[in-house]
């Protein structure tokens, strides 16, 4: 959908020839920019009349300086306040995006707050290597780059495995850092193993003034949400506290799904002239009821069908009856120590804990006239997790070159005690029922839940464990005048899985090196490479139809190469990169329908990223990206060459904010996403159309006696476009109408 509705009929050879020669203009104009202002510094050079200066000594009198607080420090933000000039990068540290040798943005809390984002979904879409694989209220899940992340596998403060597991709300985070590539020697393994990029929450801390902000706000179908922000500070500057409380309760943008949360954070920082301490919790009660979930397609209707099918916009494919309950607890300890001025100890511990409780549903779709099969399957589990870090962090010159060395040492250990079936089942001797049903896509039909399957049985018994280990070593080298730095390191990880289920184990080791390189032409121009590889643990079998369903695959080893170009303009910044990823994937045999480590999956892209604020007033922010992901080495090479499913070959972002001049306050805002067509199955025969999407806002900032007061009001979907996302594993979701959000904050 757009401002006026337009289809795309072509976007193969003839728009991948525009984007490069887009992305490559920008690329030799933008170093010119760059050049010619420089050089216009150096030359401007005058001569100027000798002038005498007579001046007399002042008195000496005692000058008293005021103590300022000593609170953290937020990062400084770029032009426009929406993008953060600093990214944490695990052992590379806090460095500005100019400095850092990877694609990385960093979106502040003022985008956040803007946007009315609840979710970590509702931040990353704004990047354009970001595609979208969450299933409504019930799972948050992406890709980066073409790989695939979940919401278990992002940091908080730079340590993995202490994130809520299955919740994606925001409520506690200050800004979110996007790092797109394999990361194993930035922070080691992903829990999940996801390879594509890195998301790290960074949590709010507590400011210099006081803080008391007051949100409410009204959307979709009747959803009441509140929300409560407090930090305090103490005198002498060195304890801060920060308090949120969130609760959100009714209807969503999906027919008959409801959502009731309830969560709460603390965060305190305690700073010295020598350590910088740090500590976050938060707890956290979800549940939805009738959520939206997927359409599948099962191997009759891939051979009959091209595309998915065309459905109302209210379409629902997830049963009434069905629930997702979890509650999660997490803590997160930080502390820094320096030893002297060119040495620093630092270390992290971290656990959470996760009860969940789920009955969802799958929907196949068997034959072109809307002939479907409904299933349901329950998941009863606790999940424990545990993870720390300790290292060293020390400064050497030498003669001509800095370094910057850094030992590190991270631990993470997960235990799960689940229960998952598909029905019909025996649950403790029990008799579940629930034999799969015949309903349509276009008029379905449902059973009643709790009749229909009978009573639901919790076990949790010990599933599995995981334990990862690593070390990791790295050396930043950096010439005296600033203009070349080298990064070379490595990272030696161990993976220890036990199913308790099968009486398995297996246990792996792998060392990933990483190289880097910055060439800083100016301060305005900087030039970067990398090769990185990451270690993957390997996939669990999620076809529910697979034999093997439920099995974890060895682990194995992807490797990026990228190169890039960045470009600080004072007032835009831009980020142009290439880059090539290999990761080995799974297969399905034919015949026995069996899935196993094996394949290749390949993607080679071109991204374009850009904020700023280029005229007062004006902010942007966006990008686009061009990608070419293929399968190699599939079961038999019948699929060798064919693109990978649930990824467009072209994607774009464009965010506008306007400041409206003679309404002092108000701020109008648009954002346009664009997504090519992407294939929903292996062999490329079902895929959907490309889609344009456009979410129009507005804000007024104004004063109540002396309380600020801004209202906010956001319209997604403007055009109520009717479009279908693609997936992964033969699947697509149906996305949700036009719908909106009214809010209210008051800072008091």
Request: proline share 4%; glycine share 8%; charged share 20%.
């Amino acid at each position: 959908m757009g401002l006026h509705r337009f289809t795309m009929k072509y976007e193969s050879k003839k728009l991948t020839r525009h984007i490069c020669m887009a992305l490559s203009a920008a690329a030799l104009t933008l170093p010119m920019t760059a050049y010619a202002a420089e050089s216009a510094e150096e030359e401007a050079v005058y001569d100027l009349d000798t002038v005498e200066v007579i001046g007399q000594r002042p008195i000496s009198q005692p000058v008293e300086t005021p103590v300022e607080p000593v609170a953290e420090e937020r990062p400084n933000v770029y032009a426009g306040g929406q993008i953060a000039r600093e990214s944490t990068l695990g052992v590379l540290g806090k460095r500005d995006f100019m400095d850092v040798p990877f694609n990385v943005t960093s979106f502040n809390s003022d985008l956040i707050e803007n946007q009315q984002a609840s979710s970590v979904v509702d931040v990353i879409v704004n990047d354009p290597s970001v595609s979208n694989l969450t299933l409504s209220s019930v799972s948050q899940a992406w890709m980066i780059r073409g790989f695939k992340e979940q919401q278990q596998d992002t940091q908080i403060n730079g340590l993995y495995g202490v994130a809520p597991r299955f919740y994606g709300g925001i409520e506690y985070v200050d800004h979110v850092e996007v790092l797109k590539g394999p990361g194993a020697l930035l922070g080691g393994m992903a829990p999940n193993g996801s390879v594509g990029g890195t998301i790290n929450f960074i949590t709010k801390r507590a400011g210099a003034e006081p803080k008391t902000s007051v949100t409410l706000s009204y959307g979709a179908k009747s959803q009441f949400t509140q929300h409560v922000d407090v930090s305090r500070r103490s005198d002498d500057g060195k304890l801060g506290v920060r308090v949120n409380l969130y609760n959100n309760k009714g209807g969503t943008a999906y027919q008959q799904e409801r959502v009731d949360t309830h969560a709460g954070y603390i965060g305190f920082d305690y700073t010295t002239d020598r350590s910088r301490t740090t500590f976050d919790a938060g707890i956290i009660s979800n549940r939805v009821d009738n959520a939206q979930y997927r359409l599948r397609f099962t191997d009759d209707a891939i051979k009959k069908l091209t595309s998915p099918p065309h459905v109302d916009i209210n379409s629902k494919f997830g049963a009434p009856g069905t629930f997702r309950q979890i509650t999660e607890k997490f803590g997160v300890l930080r502390s820094e120590y320096d030893l002297d001025k060119n040495l620093m100890v630092y270390g992290a511990l971290g656990m959470r804990i996760t009860h969940q409780d789920t009955l969802n549903n799958f929907f196949d779709m068997q034959n072109p006239d809307g002939t479907s099969q409904v299933t349901y399957r329950y998941n009863n589990q606790i999940n424990k997790a545990y993870s720390g870090e300790i290292g060293f962090k020390g400064k050497v010159d030498t003669k001509g070159v800095d370094h910057e060395l850094n030992v590190s040492a991270n631990y993470m250990h997960y235990k799960r005690y689940m229960n998952q079936n598909q029905f019909p089942k025996k649950i403790a001797g029990k008799t579940v029922n629930g034999k799969p049903y015949t309903t349509s896509i276009y008029t379905p039909e449902w059973k009643d839940v709790s009749s229909y399957l009978g009573p639901l049985v919790k076990r949790t018994p010990l599933n599995d464990t995981k334990t990862l280990r690593s070390i990791a070593v790295s050396d930043i080298m950096t010439t005296n005048d600033g203009r070349w730095t080298f990064v070379l390191g490595g990272r030696y990880q161990q993976i220890v899985v036990n199913d308790i289920k099968k009486n398995t184990t297996y246990e792996k080791a792998k060392f990933s090196p990483a190289y880097a390189l910055i060439h800083k032409m100016n301060d305005k121009v900087s030039l970067y490479a990398n090769y990185i590889q990451g270690l993957n643990q390997g996939e669990e079998v999620t076809d529910t139809k697979a034999p093997n369903y439920g099995d974890q695959l060895d682990p194995y080893v992807a490797k990026q190469y990228e190169f890039g170009a960045k470009f600080d303009l004072g007032k835009v910044a831009t980020t142009i990169s290439a880059f090539s990823i290999t990761n080995p994937g799974k297969i399905t045999d034919p015949k026995t329908k069996i899935v196993s480590a094996g394949g290749e999956v390949r993607n080679r892209g071109l991204e374009w990223n850009f904020f700023g604020e280029p005229k007062k007033g004006t902010r942007l922010t966006g990008g686009m990206m061009w990608m070419d992901a293929r399968h190699e080495k599939t079961a038999g090479g019948k699929n060798d060459g064919n693109r990978k499913e649930g990824i467009p070959n072209f994607a774009a972002v464009l965010g506008v904010e306007q400041d409206i001049h003679g309404v002092d306050g108000l701020t109008l805002t648009a954002r346009m996403t664009y997504n090519s067509s992407a294939f929903v199955n292996q062999a490329n025969t079902i895929r959907v159309s490309p889609w344009t999407r456009w979410d129009l806002g507005a804000r007024y900032r104004f004063n109540v006696s002396d309380t600020p007061v801004t209202v906010r009001a956001d319209v997604y979907n403007l055009f109520n476009r009717n479009y279908w996302r693609a997936l992964d594993e033969n699947a697509a979701f149906l996305e949700a109408g036009r719908t909106f959000m009214l809010s209210v904050t008051a800072d008091f």
